[in-house]
């Protein structure tokens, strides 16, 4: 298996425009989750989803962020309008059971200019 | 918001010495996990520990696990350069659902 894989590896865009980060899973993992990585705040959960449905979304910073997992084989997380702000390294990470350990991706580090 | 902190933020060691890192967390726990982060890369997992277990090994890799105090520790015994890396501690809180969260996590540089 290749892993979790994330797309673009890297985004730089200017504030306002709309961005969308891209995850496929291991196949057969049941779990999928989005974190945000900044030199402030750490590693932080957004969302995650269980057999494709968001479970919590408690750490979705604003109505400006949004996930969707269509199928089991992607999801994606979209910023729009996007903000300097939002400027981090963004994971996404799966697993196949409720309470094992966790696979990454190598992430999309974004830059809002 | 974080569940663990870990401590030291930062630990600089020469080749061959042990490290020892610790985390403290905030509720009760299902498990927790360490990870480790190469600059630049994804995480990833080196070994879970269970609430009810009290030590884990894994090659130079010793896991320690007080729940009374809500603490663990990680150590790296005979440490090497390529230890260099990130650690981070991470929990599965008892709170009924799936979440995993991460410590601020502890960087630690391995001197040649």
């Known amino acids: 298996d290749a892993g979790v894989i994330q797309s673009p590896r890297h985004e730089v865009t200017e504030m306002g425009q709309e961005v969308t980060l891209r995850c496929k899973p291991i196949?057969?993992?049941?779990?999928l989750f989005w974190y945000r990585q900044t030199m402030m705040r750490g590693l932080e959960l957004l969302i995650y989803f269980n057999n494709n449905v968001p479970i919590d979304d408690s750490g979705m910073p604003e109505d400006r962020f949004s996930a969707k997992m269509p199928n089991a084989s992607f999801s994606t997380l979209k910023i729009q309008p996007s903000e300097p702000r939002d400027s981090a390294v963004y994971f996404c990470?799966?697993?196949?059971?409720?309470?094992?350990?966790?696979?990454f991706g190598s992430g999309t580090q974004l830059s809002v200019l | 918001s974080q569940q663990g902190e870990e401590d030291p933020q930062a630990l600089s060691i020469q080749e061959g010495e042990n490290a020892t890192m610790n985390c403290s967390y905030k509720t009760s726990i299902n498990n927790l996990q360490w990870y480790r982060q190469n600059s630049g890369r994804g995480l990833v997992h080196l070994i879970l520990i269970r609430s009810n277990e009290r030590e884990k090994h894994s090659g130079r890799l010793r896991v320690t696990l007080d729940t009374s105090k809500k603490s663990s520790s990680l150590l790296i015994t005979a440490s090497r350069a390529a230890d260099t890396a990130s650690y981070f501690c991470a929990t599965d809180p008892n709170t009924g659902g799936f979440k995993t969260i991460f410590g601020a996590g502890t960087r630690l540089f391995v001197k040649a």
């Open positions: 990470a799966s697993r196949p059971g409720g309470r094992e350990k966790l696979f």
């Open positions: 196949s057969g993992h049941d779990y």
